[in-house]
């Protein structure tokens, strides 16, 4: 019943952008602390950037000034805007909603892969 679901995904050349959504279903997104994470091949899953609910922002610093994260509340979603990709960014990005009254759970989407490649 509880849903988060990412889409936007594909493959793209180096340098070139793609934009990632994720729509809440079942929950209201601006309710939750929203973040985008990704899981390149061989490697654990990384934080790449995340939004509270009061709108507060962080990145990690390997794509701090290329990517974008933000919420549309009438949407329902919260997209991450990825510029001059690189190939070190391909994997399978995945988006988290954890509630703001509890940190003993938390909702996961099922991925979506995004492929940087010449």
């Known amino acids: 019943q509880v849903r988060v679901v990412e889409s936007g995904g594909g493959l793209v050349q180096p340098g070139g952008s793609l934009r990632l959504s994720c729509v809440g279903s079942?929950?209201?997104?601006?309710?939750?602390?929203m973040g985008w994470y990704r899981r390149a091949p061989g490697k654990q899953r990384e934080l790449v950037a995340q939004?509270?609910?009061?709108?507060?922002?962080n990145y990690s610093d390997s794509v701090k000034g290329r990517f974008t994260i933000s919420r549309d509340d009438a949407e329902n979603t919260v997209a991450l805007q990825m510029n001059n990709l690189k190939p070190e960014d391909t994997a399978v990005y995945f988006c988290?909603?954890?509630?703001?009254?509890?940190?003993?759970?938390?909702?996961w989407g099922q991925g979506t892969q995004v492929t940087v490649s010449s």
């Open positions: 988290k909603a954890r509630p703001t009254w509890t940190t003993s759970f938390q909702y």
């Open positions: 079942g929950i209201t997104v601006s309710r939750y602390h």
């Open positions: 939004i509270s609910s009061g709108g507060t922002i």
